[in-house]
Nanobody
Framework: QVQLVESGGGLVQAGGSLRLSCAAS????????MGWFRQAPGKEREFVAA????????YYTDSVKGRFTISRDNAKNTVYLQMNTLKPEDTAVYYC?????????????????WGQGTQVTVSS
């Protein structure tokens, strides 16, 4: 089993930055594809970014390309999401997720492990 704990959320003004962290325990995530998802009130959970373990390839939803960066530090068993130029529409609970495959995915149903989420609120 893998336990995931997110941190780093908070309240920020539009145009600002936040860095989310996802600390894993219970098992090394070096051979897990990892992803970030978000869920706004009244909306379904949606894909934000993913990173593969095999070659470090990254994937992003179009709305965050050029603003968000996903990265991983296998030595620290941690995944990060650097969020720059934040917009009010980025407001949501952000979730970290992992799956035991080489390649990341945008399919929320394909992930096996989930964190409890961290709130990100962007004010205009």
């Amino acid at each position: 089993q893998v336990q995931l704990v997110e941190s780093g959320g908070g309240l920020v003004q539009a145009g600002g930055s936040l860095r989310l962290s996802c600390a894993a325990s219970g098992r090394t995530i070096s051979r897990y594809a990892m992803g970030w998802f978000r869920q706004a009130p009244g909306k379904e959970r949606e894909f934000v970014a993913a990173v593969s373990w095999s070659n470090g390839n990254t994937y992003y939803t179009d709305s965050v390309k050029g603003r968000f960066t996903i990265s991983r530090d296998n030595a620290k068993n941690t995944v990060y999401l650097q969020m720059n130029t934040l917009k009010p529409e980025d407001t949501a609970v952000y979730y970290c997720a992992g799956r035991g495959t080489m390649v990341g995915s945008s399919d929320v149903k394909s992930y096996d492990y989930w964190g409890q989420g961290t709130q990100v609120t962007v004010s205009s």
